[in-house]
């Protein structure tokens, strides 16, 4: 080629402009040899329009012209077509629309899907990606987290009708064998129920089944009643995610904000028995880990028309005839599934950042830690803002220290800050 600088595919950045004008028309004034450089006005051809040298009177044209006519020979002058390069675009334009005539171009350095610096042998290729970018086949694309799968399982192979149909028929393959445990109260005895009774069903898993979490789906009481009692059972159930104090778990709104309601239907027994049935399925199932139940009972009267009922406090009557009756409950159960958790996984996963052996392992690491922060956080309760269910997990599940906990979230927020187009959002503490 006839310019020195044709030799070598420069970056776009290191082409001289001012200089660019003198020197094509120092190489190439009075000359016309090839077609693949004309003067303006010129027709262009395919090839030499002769052997025969032919004068042209070029007149020195902007650094602009003489940059964007380089560019184009350089970077859009494939395959025999010659096409038109913008440097604001940073691409081709080829004749009739096609994208045949781009070749390789030169990457620039900057922000979000541009280079971080170019490489040392060869400055027209990319030495390191921005954070959150993966270089593939010569093309930036977001970087995606690998599949989580084999730190933690979020997926069952349940379809919603499916499991609605379990839950209806409460089929002990969803049922999640608990134990119940209460200082208040047992099972299958009658108790007076004018206090506040206090029951859960726990699962252990840190001393049982380490290697799962567990998703609740619904939940099931069978409540007997004496006959002719005028006591109505009052639920209140609370959820703590993965283990740790009372403290430590959320109150279930039912009925509130179209979350579900209790279900009560009677039983064919001699007494007064109803099987009291929460149904969560697929849209608000949620981690758990023990499910706290607080039992209190109303006393339940006619209103003043007659067609109402009023609802009184039990130690409202001062006449102890009229609390009528005692409560005893059959059984409780608990209906969901188990899923996949590897604990030395994620513990390794979690020491990556803090012992990286290149930044491409950290940035993998803390972008797999934040895919399952969110997945995890998705699954919080209904309300305006989600609960920080993943520090809960690190802390009860992983028994992490709270400094570990904090530090881990701190380098969650910082990577979070250097991803493009990211927002983060905020979360309410639940565990200490």
Known sequence: ??????????????FPTLEMCHIATSNFKGIWESSFIWAPGVEQSQGPVSSKKQPLDIECQSSTYWLTRIQSFLYCNENGLLGSFSEEMHSCTCTNDQVVCTAFLPYTVGDAAACLPFAQDNRTCCGTCNTGYMLSQGFYKPEVAESTDHYIGFKTDLQDLEMKDLLQKTDRRLEVHAIFISNDMRLNSWFNPSWRKRML????????????VHMILGLSLQICLMKNSTL???LAVYINPFGGSPSESWFMPVNENSFPDWKRTKLDLPLQCYNWSLTLGNKWKMFFETVHIYLRSH??????????????EPLEFTDPSLNLGYMKINNIQVFGYSMHFDL???????LQPDYPY??????S??????EIRDCVNKLSPPGQRRLDLFSCLLRHRLKLSTSEVVRIQSALQEFIAKLPNTVDYDTTKLCS
């Open 1 to 14: 080629m006839a310019f020195d600088f044709f030799q070598e595919k420069k970056v776009i950045s290191d």
């Open 201 to 212: 069903l726990t699962l252990k898993s840190n001393k049982y089944k380490s290697s799962l």
């Open 232 to 234: 109505e059972p009052a």
């Open 299 to 312: 006393i339940k009267s006619k209103g003043p028309n007659g067609k109402e009922s009023i609802y009184y």
């Open 344 to 350: 030395e996984a994620i513990q390794d996963l979690i």
């Open 358 to 363: 290149t930044q491409g392992s950290q940035d």
């Open 365 to 370: 690491a803390l972008l797999q830690l934040l």
